[in-house]
């Protein structure tokens, strides 16, 4: 007889021994992946229904991204932008154009491109609009989330992100998400921005009402404000639409953008804004030794070239209504509320039945790796390549443990 050693629970034992506990993962060690699918140490495999929280829209290992990856490694990787390289200008046209702007700014995760679009805006708000030196506010939402440094946490609204990183960076006004009077009454003359999520995905995948995000950018328009959309988890795809804040009409000044925008290969974080906004950063003022790099580019070339195709975005908003359908089934049986757009849902979990940890370790059991937030929320985001049949197969799995709960 032979015993089979499983290798799981000794990884996650050396990992939990060695790193600092920032995370609390789901206890599954990755191996390998292609497509929707990732495989463990052990050769279990599982759908993969959180794509690196939207970075992996394109899914694991997109042959395209991955051949424009293996090229870039054998002929240059890296030069700092005190040089200019050729994967530059081709990557900065394209992502600028999809974008409908003159100008980007690369840099690498998402928190430094919030960053960079708050440095902006500050800037933007003392050349251009006269603001008073060191006075500009930034108006955001309650529930937010938009990373992790100092001064984003700093505006953040929840206690976990927040709490003991003080002292904070002043400068932020907090209004209730999706709450138009709200916003409206707390822009003033020193207010240079409105930093908003088109849909909150961190929050449960808040989708804010109708028209809101209409009269906020009336709003900001008449007041000389900018509205900037971090579109780090919304955007490239993810809601059917190119960007999330597409499905209200609206055009930000400046899109926020990460994520996805690297393939799942490298981290590619860029803001996009018109000359206007964005060229109010002179030499020596902002950058970043890795942003824009060679890598970063030729990968980021290749995702531009993916979203121009609109495949994925129209494949996104088909299937999404696939996942919608088959998951507002289950509203009554275990699930109080469905929210979201396109391949994106924020399922509410009957917390009689269980939380959302515990529904993740379930859906884990029978292979669908999913991410709880707040209690009993949990959160799907397939990679847009999911097959039909593979998000049919999701539904069911997420009913049975739904179902195994309440026997
Ligand atoms: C809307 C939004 N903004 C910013 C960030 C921060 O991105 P990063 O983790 O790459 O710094 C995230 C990450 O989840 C996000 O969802």
């Not at 991955?66 to 030069?79: G, K």
């Amino acid at each position: 007889m032979t015993t089979v050693e499983f290798r799981t629970p000794s990884a996650l034992a050396e990992a939990e021994r060695y790193t600092a506990h920032n995370y609390h993962p789901l206890p599954v060690v990755v191996a390998d992946a292609e497509g929707a699918w990732v495989t463990d140490v052990d050769g279990r495999r599982y759908l993969d229904f959180l794509a690196g929280y939207s970075a992996l829209n394109f899914g694991h290992r997109h042959p395209a991204l991955v051949a424009a990856a293996h090229a870039q490694l054998d002929r240059l990787t890296l030069t700092s932008r005190a040089f200019v390289h050729d994967q530059f200008a081709a990557f900065c046209r394209g992502l600028a154009q999809l974008c409908g702007k003159d100008l980007v700014l690369p840099m690498n995760t998402g928190a430094e491109a919030v960053e960079t679009a708050i440095k902006v805006a500050r800037k933007w708000g003392y050349q251009v609009k006269g603001v008073p030196d060191g006075r500009a506010n930034i108006v955001v939402a309650e529930n937010n989330f938009h990373g992790r440094t100092t001064t984003i946490v700093s505006f953040s609204t929840d206690p976990d992100a927040r709490n003991d990183f003080g002292p904070y960076t002043p400068g932020f006004t907090v209004v209730p998400y999706g709450d138009l009077d709200a916003l409206t009454a707390a822009i003033d003359e020193h207010t240079v921005a409105v930093l908003l999520e088109p849909i909150q995905g961190e929050a449960g995948v808040l989708v804010p009402p109708a028209g809101y995000f209409a009269g906020v950018r009336e709003a900001c328009t008449e007041r000389n404000v900018l509205l900037i959309a971090d579109e780090i988890q919304s955007g490239l795809g993810r809601t059917g639409r190119t960007f999330a804040i597409e499905h209200e009409d609206v055009v930000p000044d400046m899109y926020v953008l990460g994520k996805a925008l690297g393939g799942g290969i490298v981290p590619v974080s860029a803001v996009a804004a018109d000359s206007d906004v964005l060229g109010v950063l002179k030499p020596g003022e902002h950058g970043s030794t890795f942003g824009g790099n060679p890598l970063a580019c030729a990968v980021g070339v290749e995702v531009v070239k993916l979203l121009e195709s609109g495949d994925f975005q129209r494949r996104s908003a088909e299937l999404g209504e696939r996942l919608h359908a088959g998951l507002r089934a289950l509203i009554g049986h275990g699930v109080l509320a469905v929210r979201g757009r396109g391949l994106w849902a924020g399922v509410d979990i009957d917390p009689a039945l269980m939380t959302g940890r515990q529904a993740c370790e379930r859906l884990a059991e029978h292979g669908v790796l999913a991410k709880d937030t707040h209690g009993s929320t949990i959160r799907l985001a397939p990679p847009l390549v999911v097959s039909e049949a593979d998000l049919d197969h999701a539904i069911a799995v997420f009913a049975k443990v739904l179902e195994e709960a309440a026997a």
